[in-house]
């Protein structure tokens, strides 16, 4: 593959669900970028916790909130919300939730290969 990659968002390379929203996920040349598409009552603690054995996210977030807005509380106590039209940089060690009536949809550029991937599968995969 040369050195040019584009794609369109109306394609994603993979999406995962799980309750309450998806993560559609494009794969540039390697790096996985993803749109996060999360239903109003979506909470990480609740629809995604189960999947990755932890209990807050160990993903890093660096994106663009489209649409909605997400509550998000770090293990070591802050919280805050983001809003649509608003970037974020959210470190590993967190919890997030949906609020209001809105989806929330947002492109994160952070390497998100491994979200929402059942943790067994992937001890069993290595």
């Given amino acids: 593959m040369g050195p040019l990659v584009t794609m369109s968002f109306a394609e994603p390379t993979e999406v995962r669900e799980f309750p309450h ?6 794969d540039l040349h390697g790096s996985a970028v993803g749109r996060f598409v999360l239903e109003p009552g979506w ?10 054995g932890t209990s807050s996210c160990q993903q890093r977030h660096v994106g663009y909130v489209l649409t909605g807005n997400l509550q998000v509380m770090m293990d070591e106590g802050t919280h805050g919300v983001i809003k649509a039209g608003e970037m974020l940089h959210i470190e590993p ?17 952070s390497d998100v290969a491994t979200y929402a991937v059942d943790t067994a599968t992937l001890r069993a995969a290595r």
């Fill in 21 to 26: 929203g998806r993560l559609e996920l494009f």
């Fill in 43 to 52: 909470h990480w603690a609740e629809d995604v916790a189960p999947l990755a």
């Fill in 93 to 109: 060690g967190h919890d997030a939730r949906t609020l209001g009536a809105d989806t929330v949809t947002l492109i994160d550029f």
